[in-house]
């Protein structure tokens, strides 16, 4: 379903999360959703079964709007500054989005 919705669309946007430890859009971590080769996946995650879109999907955005306010955030947010691997921080995705605004309450980017 979502890949027919991407073919007829023209412009895309996302609206994004960051957990604390990085994730985004259900995307956690050194998660099987990292490496799947569709738009979205499921897997188990702890006491979750979750149901996400993939970078793949990721890639495809036109525009990125992240929301991360609370100093739980903080941290995820200052390490997008930094380029780690997307294993690490998921959320590290969302910086090939060609359009990307983020709202936050942290104030040291």
């Known amino acids: 379903m979502l890949d027919n919705e991407f073919k007829k669309a023209d412009y895309k946007i996302g ?9 985004t859009a259900g995307i956690l971590p050194h998660s099987k959703a990292l490496t799947e080769n569709k738009l979205v996946c499921n897997y188990e995650a702890g006491l979750y079964n979750r149901i996400t ?8 955005i036109d525009e990125a709007i992240i929301y991360a306010v609370g100093e739980s955030k903080w941290n995820a947010i200052e390490k997008l500054n ?17 359009l990307l605004t983020i709202y936050t309450d942290y104030n040291k980017i």
């Open 53 to 60: 879109i993939t970078p793949k999907a990721i890639y495809e």
């Open 15 to 23: 609206f994004f999360g960051i957990g604390s430890d990085g994730h």
């Open 82 to 98: 930094d380029n780690l691997p997307i294993e690490e921080e998921p959320a590290q995705i969302l910086k090939k989005v060609p």
